[in-house]
């Protein structure tokens, strides 16, 4: 290893933002030499710029500006852009987060340069192929050389696909992280008086492929949203992918539904906070929800984050159930997680990747099987 070795991070999308923010903070501290690369997938203010703002990240050291496009069109951009700035940079690890495109391209590009790679939220399956997130994850945790496990039926699945347990590290979410760190920050009554809701609200996110592309997808779901809007008012930060489709489905802005643009992390964590339900099909919000309490229903037939049904306030729906399991949440009152929060879920996961990182780094021997299986 070089004398001062240097790490870049590769960020892309809305979602990675929160999960690298508490990784980078903690290298800082143990005075390690790194940089992101942002690739551009999210390009937004609202959803990229407002997030380093919100999380104090360092301004990138790089802007690939990709952009949108299908998937072979985004990728392919995402290729060649992290190529030319890999060779330029030359990191000694390179770390990626999640399932998105911009996590799969940079993985692949720093196999195919042999530069090693450490993949934070390691071994997520949601079973589910048809999913672009499941390809991402699956890809990524076989080429990467360190993994960084959120939860512990991630270790299970990784050993059951052939990757080394001792390149596993249980850590803790540090999406989690972040969330701990804006708590005392997260007051819904200023952005309730901003948006002018009554103190009785639900919020949605909607922006799954299969849940908001097809017309006939986002009407089912649409109505299904109308309906709890009967119950209680809904407000809808919307994500630009379904934008159009789900306006064109009937999702318009009304007494009881407010649609409004992407939220930033400190207002959209404070509106959640201040919620009696969460309606979802995003990954970070049922974990989210988890954490805060607040009860989640996601609108998808799978999740790779069991974790938050088991531990959490998060339950499974189809849109035609969605309407009762609604009624029945705003019946039951606020739902607390039944049992202790998921392990490591503490705020401490970016402190325990950085050592790893940094142990790593100065060529330490990581092999203890024992070891790996919990970082404490
Ligand atoms: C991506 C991730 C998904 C993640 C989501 C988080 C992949 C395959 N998918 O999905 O896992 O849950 O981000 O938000 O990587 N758009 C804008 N402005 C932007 C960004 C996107 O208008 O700043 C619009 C464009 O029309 C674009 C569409 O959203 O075509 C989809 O963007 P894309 O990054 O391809 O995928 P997401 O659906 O955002
Ligand atoms: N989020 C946000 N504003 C919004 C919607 C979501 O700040 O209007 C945050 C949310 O709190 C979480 C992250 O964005 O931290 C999740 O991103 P997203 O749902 O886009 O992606 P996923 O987790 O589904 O991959």
Redesign the pocket.
Known sequence: MRENPLVLHVLG???N??KAAPVVRALDSLGVRQGIIHTGQ?YDA??SD??FA?LGLPEPIANLGVGSGTHAQQTAALLIGLEGVVLEHTPDLVVVY???NSTLAAILVCAKLGIPTAHVEAGLRSFDRTMP?EVNRIVTDSLSELLFATSPDALSYLASEGIDPRKVHLVGNP?ID??FGALPALDPSPVVKRLGLPPRYAVA?L??PANVDSPEAARELVDAVLEVSEQIPLVI???PRGRTRLAEAGLVTSPSVYV??????????SL?RGAALVV?????????TTVLGVPCLTVRPNTERPITVSHGTNRLVTPALLPAAASKVLSDGAAIPAEELPVMWDGQAGPRIARVIASWLHGDNLAPAAHNRVTP
Request: charge should be negative; aromatic fraction near 10%; charged fraction near 25%.
């Open positions: 999308a809305r979602p933002f929160p999210h609202l959803m407002v997030f919100d999640g399932d998105v997130e999406m972040s969330l996110t922006h799954r930060p919307i994500h409004i643009d992407p939220l930033g992390y400190v207002d959209f964590l959640v979802t099909d995003s990954g970070g919000v049922q974990e989210e």
